[in-house]
């Protein structure tokens, strides 16, 4: 049977969304291959809206000549857009179909997106945090995302039942993980070019060695809360959790073992090689304690 017109515009739609993920993520795009089909489509369209956004608020809009009202308003317009699409099932935007696609289909709603875009509006206006604000920010750019992850993993086949604080709090922790992450990662963009400042109370060019690993030792405990939860997921979805998991503990190592001064200076990563050795070494162990 043809697919109907709406099929292949849904279609084109999660398409757009892998090209954003490929394009955007080494390290989301590796752990995302290890999920089936559906699931995979599901978290690149979150993925995808999550970066649309973040893009809009980095400085693309900005770079293209718009004025700092016409950024505000484009931002707002992507809001709008996504809760008429999570009402209607449609959007002209492709990205923001298929993820109200995602959405509808596995209990996403504004209770998350909300959150979401408040701290992507944040970014435009505040420009120095303190910790309520600071905690207000992470929770809605980065936690929110791990529970929307979450409530897809939890209608995968063979997925667990119970846990549900548990898996909640495991995704927040995961989130905030990845968060802090990149405060310490993009310090040198974030300061220079974006004028951001996301330590309460520091001034970013004192940022300190003794400030960088109290950072990396939050990190670590976020980690280490989060990995408690991988085990109560599906078998494939805790494969890809532990692998973008592992991951980002080899960016940390790399944060950890790079001089304050430095990161002031330049954006850290993992080589993609490495990145693939990582995966690799994942999928092994996950085949090996599938064929248990």
């Given at each position: 049977m043809e697919p109907t017109a709406l099929q292949r515009y849904t279609a084109a739609a999660e398409r757009s969304s892998r090209v954003v993920i490929t394009r955007y993520s080494t390290s989301f795009s590796l752990a995302c291959r290890m999920l089936d089909r559906a699931t995979r489509l599901h978290i690149s369209n979150i993925y995808a809206l999550v970066r649309l956004a973040?893009?809009?608020?980095?400085?693309?809009?900005?770079?293209?000549?718009?004025?700092?009202?016409?950024?505000?308003?484009?931002?707002?317009?992507?809001?709008e857009e996504t809760e008429a699409a999570l009402d209607t099932g449609y959007s002209t935007n492709l990205i923001v179909h298929a993820f109200a696609c995602t959405a509808r289909s596995q209990g996403i709603d504004t209770s998350l997106t909300r959150p979401f875009f408040a701290s992507m509006?944040?970014?435009?206006?505040?420009?120095?945090?303190?910790?309520?604000?600071?905690?207000?920010y992470i929770y809605g750019s980065a936690e929110v995302v791990g529970l929307m992850c979450l409530e897809v993993f939890r209608?995968?086949?063979?997925?667990?039942?119970?846990?549900?604080?548990?898996?909640?709090?495991?995704?927040?922790?995961?989130?905030?993980?990845?968060?802090k992450v990149n405060f310490l990662r993009d310090l040198a963009q974030d300061t220079s070019e974006l004028g951001r400042s996301y330590f309460p109370g520091l001034d970013p060019k004192a940022f300190s060695d003794k400030h960088k690993d109290q950072l990396v030792a939050e990190i670590r405990a976020d980690l280490?809360?989060?990995?408690?939860g991988i085990r109560h997921l599906a078998?494939?979805?805790?494969?890809?959790v532990g692998t973008a998991h592992g991951l980002f503990e080899a960016l940390v190592n790399e944060l950890d073992n790079t001089p304050a001064s430095e990161l002031l200076r330049r954006r850290?990563?993992?080589?993609?090689?490495?990145?693939?050795?990582?995966?690799?070494?994942?999928s092994w162990g996950y085949r090996r304690k599938a064929a248990a």
């Open positions: 973040d893009e809009v608020v980095d400085g693309v809009p900005s770079e293209a000549g718009l004025g700092p009202e016409a950024v505000a308003e484009a931002l707002q317009r992507l809001e509006r944040s970014d435009l206006s505040v420009e120095t945090h303190d910790a309520a604000t600071l905690e207000n209608r995968m086949l063979h997925a667990p039942s119970g846990h549900g604080c548990d898996l909640d709090a495991a995704a927040r922790h995961l989130g905030s993980a990845f968060q280490d809360a989060a990995a408690v078998p494939r979805a805790a494969h890809a850290i990563s993992v080589p993609n090689r490495r990145k693939a050795m990582i995966a690799l070494r994942s």
